[in-house]
């Protein structure tokens, strides 16, 4: 079993940066990689990015690439969402996740390849 527990959201402004945590615990050595994804009201859970735990190779769905880079630190358990140059359409839950098979980071651009889910920290960016 993996636990995997966000920190870090809150109330900001447009342009303004956050950095979201995603503490894992548990059979941490299990897992493969660590991936963020973000919903919003009335939408679906919507992929952000991965990393792969061992090597940090990372992917990144088309609309975040180079302004939510993700970065791991695997002496804490630890996985990183830095969020650059917010915009109000960026207000979502976001949840990071786990999963344990060794394939191809876009396989897991999908949210039904995952393990272990955490429980999401709300992200809101006004204008």
């Known amino acids: 079993q993996v636990q995997l527990v966000e920190s870090g959201g809150g109330l900001v402004q447009a342009g303004d940066s956050l950095r979201l945590s995603c503490a894992a615990s548990g059979r941490t050595v299990s897992m493969s990689v660590m991936g963020w994804f973000r919903q919003a009201p009335g939408k679906e859970r919507e992929f952000v990015g991965v990393?792969?735990?061992?090597?940090?190779?990372?992917y990144y769905a088309d609309s975040m690439k180079g302004r939510f880079p993700i970065s791991r630190d695997n002496a804490v358990n630890m996985v990183y969402l830095q969020m650059n140059s917010l915009k109000p359409e960026d207000t979502a839950v976001y949840y990071c996740a786990a999963g344990l098979k060794a394939y191809s980071l876009t396989y897991y651009g999908n949210r039904e390849n995952y393990d272990y889910w955490g429980q999401g920290t709300q992200v809101t960016v006004s204008s």
């Open positions: 990393i792969r735990r061992v090597g940090g190779g990372t």
